[in-house]
């Protein structure tokens, strides 16, 4: 089954990321949409993709719990192909357990030069409440350049937690004050707004591309 996309800003854009949706929500949910336009706005061409029990629920098949995320690896490496040769770099990644999944396998695309980047969106290093049940071993020996954009207080991993996890030094971490797992923050105690969060994530994520894929 060919992988459908959802694709947006310039065609022409010289890097292109590729994004897969959070465990709960598709690749058009309100999060995955101002997300994407952002990073169009900067520049970027933006393809969005859903795994299998996702779209399924489109259909009259209905809603299927997520799986396991090495389930879906083939997946994502099945819509890297199916999105085929791009203008130039090649950047995945994806929300919470899109991007999870997309660091599962990245290392195997960096090394036959197929991506040049990592770039996960609420990175979730455990679920909610269960610390001890960490999802980073692969990221200690990580080879990937990557970036993680996390809120400070995400329950998946805030910012006193991930500063114990040792994580490969080619993972850069760039937190969003008071933000929670899906970068918001609370306007009223903060003073930031979700949309300035955003904003300040495709800043970063354009000057860090820049950085590993000039």
Known sequence: MTTQFLFDGPEDARVTLLLAHGAGAPMDSASMNATTKVLAAEGFRVA????????????????????????????????????????????????SMGGRVASMVADALFD?????????????????????????????????????????RDEFGDRYEVGEFGLSDEIELFWLEDGDHDLKPRKAISGFTTAGHLQSVAEHVSTWVQRIAP
């Open 48 to 95: 969005r993709f859903e795994f299998g029990y996702m779209a399924s629920r489109r259909t009259s098949a209905g809603k299927k719990p997520p799986p396991k995320a090495e389930t879906v690896m083939p997946e994502y490496l099945a819509a890297v192909d199916d999105l085929g040769p791009t203008n130039g770099p090649l950047i995945i990644g994806g929300k």
């Open 112 to 152: 036959a030069n197929r991506i040049a980047g990592l770039l996960c969106l609420g990175y979730p290093f455990h679920p909610p409440g269960r610390p001890q049940q960490l999802r980073t071993a692969h990221l200690i020996g990580l080879k990937t350049p990557a970036l993680i954009c996390q809120g400070t």
